[in-house]
């Protein structure tokens, strides 16, 4: 008798291993919705090569490009074509989320429509300015802003509803401004803002923090906050939030990765705990920060319910702001 129950608890304990590990990746891909070199091929090679020092995956993982949309064409895809592949990921950024909050993905498809896995990383918006601004606290910026919105012109790299206008919108907004009265300039990329800014064409620049340690450093601009919901650590210590100066301008600018709709749990889970396997290995957290990106650990369902609470932000932002109805 103790034999045969010895049998089964090992039978037993066979099976549920098994089905522990039922999946294994085969081949697996990361799509980058974007040609090379931009910030999806970035997200995608935190991936690859923060998995493969970290000792995650044996099997090398692929980067594939597929630019259209700032992720649209990526998404579609997905659920058209491949909505039930575990192996392949396809990198997100909050411009893809912004987009979906707006409708822009399709009408059909939402924020539900994919399986949000795991994060890569995060920039925060940051709010600067000439070095020689006569402004040296949010505050002041803000006191001169509402005295006459017309004359400051803020700009930065993408057009109205973009990342970057949502920050200078949100901006506006904390500072009892309507943002439709904002004087925005829309610029090709971050660069062209900068000169811009430096020629004193624009006033204010709501920038990334991952951008700003070089022109900081050099003398031209100023950061009077950071949008993070709480302050940095680190080398960003030393500048305050806009949320610790009185003002509600928070936006973080996520990076991470996401899974067709109809990947089984199984598939789901086993990628969700090598993200977990990930973020406690100090190889993959340096292949994080030499990417100019914060550490921002979080994957499987604990993702999945933030990024759909994050579309829902954004998504009342652009109806508040005239984008959507």
Request: glycine share 12%; proline share 5%.
């Amino acid at each position: 008798m103790k034999a045969r129950i010895a049998t089964l608890l090992l039978a037993s304990g066979l099976t549920l291993a098994s089905a522990a590990h039922a999946f294994e990746p085969n081949k697996p891909s990361c799509i980058a919705p974007a040609k090379p070199g931009g910030g999806f091929d970035l997200t995608c090679r935190i991936l690859s090569t923060g998995f493969a020092k970290a000792g995650i995956t044996k099997i090398p993982m692929a980067v594939t490009f597929m630019p259209g949309g700032v992720g649209a064409v990526a998404y579609n895809y997905i659920n058209a074509t491949n909505p039930d592949d575990p192996n392949k990921l396809v990198a997100f950024s909050s411009g893809s989320l912004l987009n979906i909050a707006q409708g822009k993905f399709g009408r059909n498809l939402d924020e539900n429509d994919a399986r949000w896995v795991g994060t890569a990383g995060v920039d925060y918006g940051a709010i600067m300015v000439r070095a020689d601004a006569p402004w040296n606290t949010l505050g002041e910026l803000v006191d001169a802003i509402k005295k006459d919105p017309s004359k400051f012109v803020l700009g930065a790299g993408g057009g109205v509803g973009s990342q970057d206008w949502m920050k200078a919108a949100i901006l506006m907004k904390s500072s009892g401004v309507d943002p439709k009265k904002m004087r925005y300039v829309a610029y090709e990329g971050g660069g062209e803002a900068l000169a811009a800014l430096l020629g004193g064409h624009i006033k204010v620049y709501p920038g990334d923090v991952g951008e700003m340690k070089g022109l900081v450093e050099s003398g031209k601009v100023k950061v009077l906050a950071i949008m993070s919901p709480e302050r940095l650590k680190g080398e960003f210590s030393n500048y305050p939030t806009a949320i610790e100066q009185g003002y509600d301008a928070e936006w973080t600018i996520i990076r991470g990765y996401y899974l067709g709709p109809k990947v089984s749990d199984e598939a789901y889970n086993y990628w969700s705990d090598q993200f977990q396997k990930a973020y406690n290995d100090p190889a993959f957290e340096k292949t994080v920060v030499d990417q100019n990106l914060v550490p921002f650990n979080m994957s499987g369902k604990t993702l999945d319910s933030y990024i759909k609470e994050r579309v829902g932000y954004m998504r009342g932002l652009a109806k508040e702001a005239g984008l959507i109805n």
